[in-house]
């Protein structure tokens, strides 16, 4: 599967952003879908990820409440609505994809998007 993130940009703090993931071919429903984030010197972390179905979610503990992770199989597309957005919220953000359960874990995810920028002002 490839996966194509868009819809970063710059935000004032409390702001929001909803990104988006295109993903290519026709077995996207069996992937576990996800979002992660890397800031500049620090390593990718788990932002957020959902279950074949969507109907299962699963958020870091610094992004619980403030974003919603949703996808829709019919289109190949998933989603991270990120509400009240804070300055520690700036990162490249990617999508990815794996095959089995879900994981926290950069290293698991098999297939990513090329990444979108996400920049929280103050």
């Known amino acids: 599967v490839q996966l194509q993130a868009s819809g970063g940009g710059l935000v004032q703090a409390g702001g929001s952003l909803r990104l988006s993931c295109a993903a290519s071919?026709?077995?996207?429903?069996?992937?576990?879908m996800a979002w992660f984030r890397q800031a500049p010197g620090k390593e990718r972390e788990f932002v957020a990820a959902?279950?074949?179905?969507?109907?299962?979610?699963y958020y870091a503990d610094s992004v619980k409440g403030r974003f919603i992770i949703t996808r829709d199989n019919a289109k190949n597309m998933v989603y991270l609505q990120m509400n009240n957005l804070k300055p520690e919220d700036t990162a490249v953000y990617y999508c990815?994809?794996?095959?089995?359960?879900?994981?926290?874990?950069?290293?698991?995810?098999?297939?990513w998007g090329q990444g979108t920028q996400v920049t929280v002002s103050s």
């Open positions: 959902c279950s074949w179905s969507g109907n299962s979610t």
């Open positions: 071919g026709r077995t996207f429903s069996t992937y576990i």
């Open positions: 990815a994809a794996r095959k089995a359960l879900i994981s926290y874990s950069a290293l698991r995810y098999d297939y």
